[in-house]
């Protein structure tokens, strides 16, 4: 809007954000306004809150408001096993879900060439030295079914394999709830592809609420 560029820059600002787009941005801007300078200056202190207060683990690279995250710090947590997960996000994931009850490694993204993102970028090394400990007897390793997060997955495994007993990789297959019919050719292609025998015990040590 011509003559507001305060105002347009916070829209353009806002935009950014993913899911939201230039109009959800510029009523956001308007509800901010129409509350009054207390509600700009709670936005702006649990933002200064947030650049302030929030890190990355130094074990794990989870976010964190410590040297250690909270899972980190708590001694309650299976030291055998770790999940590798890609962001910090994915790792919340599992958490919700409660399915987990070890420890995890946050890669800080995963392999992809062109983008510039080789090992180097990632924090490879830093889980090599985990394992290097050898308290590690399963690395489950939790990065995306996708193109770049199967590179990423082979090569944490092609990593882990020499130091860690167990290495597993999260199963493919149906969504609960979902229909046959429904499901894309590569999804329908896994869920084969990994299929087990009917009375089989699953496999699940370290796993479960
Ligand atoms: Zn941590």
Redesign the pocket.
């Known amino acids: 809007m011509k003559g507001l560029p305060s105002l347009e820059r916070l829209v353009i600002v806002l935009s950014r954000f993913p899911g939201v787009g230039p109009k959800s941005a510029r009523r956001m801007v308007y509800h901010l306004l129409r509350h009054g300078k207390e509600a700009t200056q709670e936005l702006i202190m649990a933002l200064e809150g947030l650049r302030d207060s929030i890190r990355h683990?130094e074990?794990?690279?989870?976010l964190?408001e410590d040297e250690?995250?909270w899972?980190?710090a708590d001694p309650r947590r299976d030291d055998a096993r770790i999940c590798v997960v890609e962001e910090p996000s994915d790792l919340m994931a599992m958490e919700k879900a409660g399915l987990f009850t070890g420890r995890?490694h946050v890669l800080g993204g995963r392999l992809s060439p062109l983008d510039g993102i080789g090992p180097d970028e990632l924090h490879l090394a830093a889980l090599e030295s985990r394992l290097i400990q050898g308290s590690v007897i399963e690395l489950i390793v939790a990065t995306n079914p996708t193109v770049e997060g199967e590179a990423t997955a082979h090569f944490v495994a092609q990593l882990a394999e020499p130091l860690v007993p167990r290495v597993t990789r999260l199963a493919y297959g149906m969504p609960m709830g979902g229909e046959l019919e429904y499901l894309d050719e590569s999804t329908l292609y896994q869920a084969m592809a990994g299929r087990r025998d009917f009375r089989q015990k699953s496999l699940n040590d370290g796993v479960g609420p």
């Open positions: 683990c074990v794990c690279f989870n964190a250690k995250c899972i980190c995890y």
